[in-house]
T-cell receptor
Framework: GAVVSQHPSRVICKSGTSVKIECRSLDFQATTMFWYRQFPKQSLMLMATSNEGSKATYEQGVEKDKFLINHASLTLSTLTVTSAHPEDSSFYIC?????????????FGSGTRLTVV | QQQVKQSPQSLIVQKGGISIINCAYENTAFDYFPWYQQFPGKGPALLIAIRPDVSEKKEGRFTISFNKSAKQFSLHIMDSQPGDSATYFCAASIGGGGSNYKLTFGKGTLLTVNP
């Protein structure tokens, strides 16, 4: 249980175009979702936290207008990389917080490899 | 400020050996300490997690040891196998609402288990 489905797994786009990455919680309602960026051989860097129906909270240094996050429903959150450039090439991962009675945890999507050419 | 310090950065172990990865934290409000395993090109997968009310948790070949007074926790992989070769991340978070409930990750340990 508690699966987050992330699509696409890989995407190549031309510089200047926009790319949308989707994360769906398959068997639970994800009130809070997190979006991470990971460079090769590095740890996960939190980009933003989104709560269903609210504006996302971005970490310091993350461009809000470039990385648009939408969390319009309890089962879907999207990250749109607008006007992508080669420096946006990276591995993007979503995560959902699971909250149950007397317990909480986190589950991750399988990641999206974005290559901007 | 890095709130979770992980070591070593890389580790090479022979098949059948014990792999040990250590993490230290600073924020005493952390109350959830998971370990994640990540294979290349994949998202992190929860391996095992512990809460500060216990000192040890074991699941199969994987054990977390937790030392609250020292603010340290470690992952032990017994009988390490080549299939365990991956990057391991420790993390910590604070329960409840607000921005504090995001995960804080260590920098990761690349484990290589030689056959």
């Amino acid at each position: 249980g508690a699966v987050v489905s992330q699509h696409p797994s890989r995407v190549i786009c031309k510089s200047g175009t926009s790319v949308k990455i989707e994360c769906r919680s398959l068997d639970f309602q994800a009130t809070t979702m997190f979006w991470y960026r990971q460079f090769p051989k590095q740890s996960l860097m939190l980009m933003a936290t989104s709560n269903e129906g609210s504006k996302a909270t971005y970490e310091q240094g993350v461009e809000k207008d470039k990385f648009l996050i939408n969390h319009a429903s309890l089962t879907l959150s999207t990250l749109t990389v607008t006007s992508a450039h080669p420096e946006d090439s990276s591995f993007y991962i979503c995560s959902a917080r699971l909250t149950m009675i007397s317990f909480y945890g986190y589950t991750f999507g399988s990641g999206t490899r974005l290559t901007v050419v | 400020q890095q709130q979770v310090k992980q070591s070593p950065q890389s580790l090479i172990v022979q098949k059948g050996g014990i792999s040990i990865i250590n993490c230290a934290y600073e924020n005493t409000a952390f109350d959830y300490f998971p370990w994640y395993q990540q294979f290349p090109g994949k998202g992190p997968a929860l391996l095992i997690a512990i809460r500060p009310d216990v000192s040890e948790k074991k699941e199969g070949r994987f054990t977390i040891s937790f030392n609250k007074s020292a603010k340290q926790f470690s992952l032990h992989i017994m009988d390490s196998q080549p299939g365990d070769s991956a990057t391991y991340f420790c993390a910590a978070s604070i329960g409840g609402g607000g921005s504090n409930y995001k995960l804080t990750f260590g920098k990761g340990t690349l484990l290589t288990v030689n056959p």
